[in-house]
């Protein structure tokens, strides 16, 4: 039987702002299931973004939706968190807003293991403003302020928020869509910060210029690159080169930050 | 029964007094010369269950601000001239998805670094325009201890009221001198929360002008869902790109300030001698202390001079001033910076009278001899 998305799209907001093809249709799909399955109540849920493609999934589902300033949406739903840790944070957003202008934001929700579930689209590019790079474009690939290949070198996200401390990370892409709900709904279960990454794709900016004729080129590389962390422990380096870890990259029981407080409350009430 | 007394700098008379008016929430940044609100209020938000955040810079303070007053909690930031720049984004933010919140500036000299330790007033003109496009501005400019206590529970009332942030600027000399502080008993100033919504959730919409010119604002996690963004958005909180809901909106968000009725609620001034005066000084903050003195001197030398202090600077108290204008022979305007608001007297006294700048920006106060040689000069 078809999943009934419904009811959790807000009724008269559709059709969405997303190009065809575009992968963060996908990851909106994963989500809610990942949201359905985990029982979650919309009068509890908040979901937060930043500004560009992807920060617009919150305009579209049915919660109480923040959609906030360019990279700062990890700091507005740290606020949300903090002000009423008995809801559901989950923050939604791009590469380019949660690890360019929001890295420094992205990396501190890690450290302080604040119970939140961010998922990041990572398409590789700056989708809203046109295909400018962003810190995850590949290096030597084109984008509309790299007409001669990019010179950056690129941040893996996973590795970033592993190393700032969040206490799940995983990583997935918008072919293995069923993947998608499955590692949210793990993150949304883990108390303490996690990080989906789920790599999708942006035809209209980033693969016209770099020679995917179709969205379906797209997705095959999506495929091709990805590599189960438990396959990957039997390969090469070698083997391993150009291709990218999925499944639960990390995961670790760590103190939350929002219980943590709830100690110094208790503290300076003399407890 | 006597009232608690005690000596307090001007920045923890402010902690004080945002304890005063129900905040439970700080997120902020160190800046000197603001970081005591910051240390005050860790130490006596968990005491009542509320919050305090060290974010990691001033624009995740004010986002981390704005999203717990979402939740229904009145927060508060805390910072001085670099990190009010910082902010600005984000407090055009709060000024379109018209979230309640307060800004304390404690300020110094500039630009950038300026002098971090020195009194300055040189944020006045960046409280009004400094984030971008058009929008009202709500700025109050206490001159001491006790009144920076009041102001900043003024401060709330006037964000939660007019559902949209505000700032409370006072310079280094208030922010870090002692003075006695009478501590009011609950009851005796008042305390004004949001209007909350009434219609069931189906119907609630966050800015449905219905109900006012400030709509009711539903918290987070109370049974309302809704949508909150910085884009132009129509009365259901959604984005809107339709001409007559933008220009509508924006006209509104300025009129729910700036209309009559508004305007004479928000705006708070202080006049010392000015029905007879010839000469006007018109002062706020601690350049207005100098300017008092100055007046009682100048009076004991027969010379008609007074004061008028701003306690509300944006709004600013157009109608008084123009009227004034058309009275005195001559309008001193003392601040520390070189002309900020002078330039907004100017604007507003269109030429009824001369309009005398005296700025100051070596980090030293304007004394009152300073304002009593220039009252002389042109008297
Ligand atoms: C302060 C600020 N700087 C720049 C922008 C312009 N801007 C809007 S969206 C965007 C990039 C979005 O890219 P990404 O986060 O990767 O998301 P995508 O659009 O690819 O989903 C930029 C640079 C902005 N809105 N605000
Ligand atoms: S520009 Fe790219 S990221 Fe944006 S909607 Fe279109 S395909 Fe998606």
Redesign the interface.
């Known amino acids: 039987m078809a999943y009934d998305y419904d009811k959790y799209l807000?009724p008269g907001?559709l059709p969405h702002i997303w190009c065809p093809g575009c992968g963060h249709g996908i990851a909106m799909k994963g989500l809610i299931r990942a949201i359905d399955s985990c029982g979650l109540d919309?009068?509890?849920t908040?979901i937060?973004s930043g500004?560009g493609c992807a920060s617009r999934l919150?305009?579209y589902v049915?919660?109480?939706?923040?959609?906030?300033?360019h990279g700062?949406a990890a700091?507005?739903?740290?606020?949300?968190?903090?002000?009423?840790p008995?809801?559901n944070v989950i923050v939604v957003g791009g590469d380019g807003d949660g690890t360019a202008i929001g890295g420094?934001?992205f990396i501190?929700a890690c450290r302080r293991n604040i119970d939140m579930t961010y998922v990041i689209f990572n398409n590789f590019i700056y989708g809203m403003t046109g295909g400018q790079f962003s810190p995850c474009t590949p290096t030597g690939d084109k984008a509309s302020t790299t007409p001669y290949g990019n010179p950056d070198p690129i941040f893996d996200i996973s590795k970033l928020a592993i190393g700032a401390g969040a206490t799940f990370v995983a990583r997935t892409t918008s072919f293995h869509a069923t993947q998608i709900d499955k590692l949210i709904a793990e993150g949304i279960k883990h108390k303490g910060m996690a990080v989906i990454e789920v790599l999708d794709d942006c035809p209209t900016t980033y693969g016209r210029r770099n020679k995917f004729r179709s969205v379906v080129d797209m997705m095959k590389r999506l495929k091709e690159i990805a590599v189960p962390v438990a396959a990957a422990s039997k390969m090469t380096a070698e083997q391993l080169k150009g291709k990218v870890l999925t499944g639960v990259l990390y995961k670790e029981e760590k103190p939350e930050y929002c219980e943590q407080?709830a100690k110094?409350?208790a503290?300076?009430?003399g407890a | 029964m006597a009232k608690k007394v005690a000596l307090l700098q001007g920045n923890e008379a402010c902690a004080h007094g945002a304890l005063y008016a129900g905040c439970?929430?700080f997120?902020g940044y160190p800046i000197t010369p603001s970081t005591e609100v910051a240390e005050v209020l860790s130490?006596e938000l968990?005491?009542i269950?509320g919050?305090f955040?060290q974010?990691?810079?001033e624009?995740?303070?004010m986002?981390?601000?704005?999203?717990?007053?979402?939740?229904?909690?009145k927060?508060l930031t805390a910072t001085s001239g670099p990190g009010v720049s910082l902010k600005q984004?984000?407090i055009g933010?709060a000024c379109i998805a018209e979230v309640p919140c307060v800004i304390i500036n404690v300020m110094r000299g500039g630009p950038s670094t300026g002098m971090p330790t020195g009194p300055g007033q040189s944020d006045v003109q960046q409280a009004k325009w400094g984030t971008h496009g058009d929008h009202a501005t709500i700025a109050l400019v206490p001159a001491s201890c006790q009144e920076i206590f009041s102001e900043t529970v003024r401060a709330f009332n006037l964000a939660e009221k007019y559902r949209m942030p505000v700032q409370v600027l006072y310079d280094e000399i208030v922010g870090h001198m002692r003075e006695r502080i009478e501590f009011p008993e609950p009851g005796d100033l008042e305390v004004i929360d949001r209007a909350k919504p009434t219609v069931p959730p189906e119907q609630y919409k966050p800015y449905d002008t219905s109900f006012g010119d400030v709509p009711p604002l539903a918290a987070?996690?109370?049974?309302y869902?809704?949508?909150?963004?910085?884009?132009n958005k129509a009365q259901d909180g959604?984005?809107t790109t339709k001409a007559e809901y933008v220009d509508n909106e924006e006209r509104r968000q300025i009129r729910k300030v700036e209309g009559e009725a508004a305007r004479a609620d928000i705006e708070k001034n202080d006049e010392y001698l000015t029905e007879d005066a010839e000469v006007l000084i018109f002062a706020y903050g601690s350049t207005s202390r100098s300017a008092r003195y100055a007046v009682n001197e100048l009076r004991k030398e027969g010379i008609k001079a007074g004061l008028f202090r701003p306690i509300t600077l944006w709004p600013f108290p157009e109608k008084r001033i123009a009227a004034l204008g058309k009275k005195v022979k001559t309008i001193i305007v003392p601040e520390l910076n070189l002309g900020q608001m002078n330039l907004e007297v100017e604007r507003v006294v269109k030429g009824a009278c001369p309009v005398i700048s005296i700025g100051r920006v070596d980090g030293e106060p304007i004394n009152p001899g300073q304002i009593m040689a220039q009252v002389k000069e042109v008297k």
């Open positions: 807000r907001k919309k009068n509890n908040a937060v500004i919150p305009g049915d919660f109480n939706t923040l959609h906030t300033a700062r700091a507005f739903a740290t606020g949300v968190k903090m002000a009423k008995e809801m420094n934001h501190h407080y110094v409350i503290k300076a009430q | 439970s929430f997120g130490n968990p005491k269950g919050k955040i974010m990691e810079d624009i995740g303070a986002a981390s601000v704005i999203g717990a007053s979402l939740t229904g909690a927060a984004e984000l933010y987070f996690g109370s049974g869902r809704f949508h909150v963004t910085g884009l959604f984005p």
